[in-house]
């Protein structure tokens, strides 16, 4: 399996790639991401034996469709290590850690099933654990192949950054220089970052909003010569490894919707609580490759670029001003990162067509597609969307708690709203849990007049000692800060 990118490189400025060249890296040299020349099927025969497999031998089984560079045994050994009951241990009462992704079924609604596929056991309580923990064994393993390392540079507002710090701590070759707005995330998300006392995790706090911390590593970036002596990286969510390891889960959802070991294969539909566009990316990608997904149900905040174009099919990038700061925050997005890679395929695979919408989003900030046949294709790969606002979710959160016994956080609260307006008689719905309602507390006490449920081992996280280096909005200092600590 190689690689070319959605602006042409590797077809027309080079070879394609192979998964272990592009793994370290993130956009192409051209600007544009990385795809797969076509997508690998999974058979008939395949299908029914991957229903037996435990999750970390399916991620095997998945990854080595898209790795086939690396030893089909270590991919089994780095997938065995990170899908362990150990490590994705947060799960509800009742519920088997060793399943990795539990089904919740919550009820017969519209004739059908609705459930939820819990992702937020890992150690930071959202589903970035999920491919973000598998990406901390294939760096180490690739980075010890050359004797190389890495200094991973990032900026968060919360769940992102948290998810690579529990990734990336204690692994060999590896540190992490995470920036964080000072004193602007929520009391749990803070703790949970700079309570980590791992010798290669550096907290940066900056004295600032979130905009000057990414401002810091755009900057950081941009200068080649301090990138390449440094050996910067990163792990945003355009990471091609990333998008992969969430493939995974949609065949773990579908078999276990669909009977588990001793089931039969039906049509499923997933809906998706979606910001960047990578987790429903990922769903995209295991109905190309063959599972038996009928509808991938996009559910958007108020931040709704991405209902926008799968409703009228205009694609228009929201200025700072007009994104929202909502009660889903990880879903606070103006532009979908990862939305290239299905673009790419709406166009028919056409490189130079989607460099060229893409050139015209950064002239005119967006495209219109409404009435094309590249926007036919919408249907054709199962795609629909819907909207949520901050009303919806708490009604949501309070319905879902009276009718089933069940707390969902609020960007899971999105999905099940968004999903409610596509069921459809006789095709199981499957809501995919993002978060932990421990992490958005303050909108369940607004919904429920009560506390979230925590997790056992988080009862103590906000008074832990913290580990943490304020630094002021100035990239120099930065800079200055990182080439001290790099130990390179
Ligand atoms: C990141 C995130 C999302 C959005 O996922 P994308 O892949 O960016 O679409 C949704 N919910 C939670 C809790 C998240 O952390």
Redesign the pocket.
């Known amino acids: 399996m190689k690689y070319i990118s959605t602006r042409g490189a590797g077809l027309t400025s080079g070879e394609p790639q192979s998964f272990s060249s592009i793994l370290l890296g993130g956009l192409a040299p051209d600007g544009g991401l990385y795809l797969p020349t076509e997508y690998p099927q999974v058979t008939a025969d395949e299908l029914r034996a991957w229903r037996q497999l435990s999750y970390a031998e399916l991620a095997a089984k998945v990854l080595a469709k898209f790795a086939g560079d690396i030893p089909a045994e270590i991919l089994a050994d780095l997938t065995k290590r990170t899908y362990t009951a150990e490590v994705y241990r947060n799960v509800r009462p009742g519920e088997d850690a060793a399943d990795i992704t539990p089904l919740l079924p919550l009820g017969v609604e519209g004739d059908t099933q609705l459930s939820l596929l819990a992702l ?1 056991n890992g150690p930071t309580l ?3 654990d999920m491919a973000m923990q598998l990406l901390g064994n294939l760096f180490e393993y690739a980075l010890a192949q050359h004797g190389d390392a890495l200094n991973i540079l990032g900026a968060t507002s ?3 950054g948290s ?1 690579a710090e529990y990734a990336m701590r204690g692994k060999e070759g590896i540190r992490v220089f995470m920036l964080s707005p000072a004193g602007k995330m929520s009391a749990f998300q803070t703790a949970q970052m700079y309570s980590l006392q791992d010798p290669n995790i550096f907290n940066l706090a900056v004295e600032g909003v979130f905009d000057d911390a990414q401002d810091i590593v755009k900057a950081v970036s941009n200068d080649h010569a301090y990138k390449a002596r440094y050996k910067i990286g990163t792990v945003n ?1 355009i990471n091609w490894a990333r998008v992969v390891a ?1 493939v995974v889960y949609y065949f773990k959802g579908y078999f276990a919707a669909t009977g588990g070991k001793s089931g039969q294969d039906g049509e499923v539909s997933f809906t ?10 990922a769903g995209h990608i295991a109905r190309m490759m063959g599972l038996p997904i009928r509808k991938l149900v996009v559910a958007t905040n108020e931040n709704d670029v991405l209902d926008e174009f799968f409703r009228t099919g205009r694609y228009r990038v929201r200025k700072s001003a007009e994104t929202f700061h909502t009660s ?1 925050p ?2 606070d ?1 103006s532009k ?3 939305f290239e890679r299905f673009l790419f395929d709406l166009l028919g695979r056409d490189a130079t067509a989607t460099a060229d919408l893409l050139k015209k989003v950064e002239r005119e900030g967006g495209f219109d597609l409404s009435g094309s046949e590249a926007f036919a294709r919408v249907a054709k790969f199962g795609f629909v969307s819907g909207r949520s606002t901050h009303a919806d979710r708490l009604a949501t959160i309070q319905d879902v708690a009276k009718r089933y016994d069940v707390v969902i ?1 609020t ?2 609260a999105d999905g099940v709203k968004v999903a409610r307006e596509a069921l459809e008689p006789g095709v199981p719905m499957v809501v995919l849990e ?2 932990q309602p421990a ?1 958005f507390a303050e909108t369940i006490r607004e919904a429920l007049h009560r506390e979230p449920p925590r997790p056992a081992g988080f009862e103590q996280l906000e008074s832990l000692p913290q580990r943490f280096e304020t630094v002021p909005n100035d990239v120099e200092r930065v800079k200055a800060y990182i080439a001290e600590h790099t130990g390179l």
């Open positions: 937020s959202a589903f970035k919360g769940d992102t998810a969510s969430q998706v609580p979606s910001g960047n566009f990578g987790n429903v990316c889903s990880s879903m997005i979908a990162s990862n956080d960007h899971t993002t978060a992490k």
